[in-house]
């Protein structure tokens, strides 16, 4: 028995953007009580070279939305980029919730075969459907989900891993 590709996605990436939505609440929270000032937590990188908590949320949020919209062949629901506090950035999670929410099952199951070809600047991509969730969406979401998690926690946000991996639905 195999699992379908729309129960292998949504709703855990629901449940992860939730999580997600959770923990920048709290560091949002810290941020207040400790009278840090936002932008601290908000452009802050692992290293150099890497993106800032900002981007991390922005790509998180790209893969789940741009892939499964692809996929499952719905209007692709594109965002600016142009969030700059804690509050912006949990809109965006929300309105990437509430278009997953219009995704039904039929159409992602059975679309394994379709081809999925996309440019990121000057890179092109191609995929099939079962390669791009397995191989390009799922990795990238949780490379972003936990590169965030850790930028907050490094950051001094009393976080664990019972607020990145959610309740047990």
């Not at 950035?89 to 199951?109: C, F, G, N, S, V």
């Amino acid at each position: 028995m195999s699992i379908s590709m729309y129960k292998a996605s949504i709703p855990q990436f629901k449940k992860m953007l939730n999580n997600l939505l959770n923990i920048l609440n709290k560091a949002d929270a810290h941020a207040t009580t400790k009278k840090i000032t936002p932008s601290a937590l908000l452009e802050a990188r692992l290293f150099p070279d890497m993106f800032h908590l900002i981007k991390q949320i922005q790509i998180v949020t790209d893969q789940v939305r741009l892939g499964c919209g692809r996929i499952a062949g719905i209007e692709l629901l594109r965002m600016e980029d142009n969030e700059t506090t804690f509050a912006e950035l949990a809109t965006r999670i929300e309105k990437t919730i509430q278009y997953l929410d219009q995704i039904k099952p039929e159409q992602m199951d059975g679309q394994e075969a379709k081809e999925i070809k996309f440019n990121i600047g000057e890179w092109k991509f191609e995929f099939t459907a079962e390669q791009y969730l397995i191989t390009w969406i799922i990795p990238n979401f949780y490379f972003h989900v936990t590169t965030a998690y850790n930028l907050l926690r490094h950051g001094g946000i009393e976080i664990g891993k019972s607020d990145f991996l959610g309740n047990r639905d």
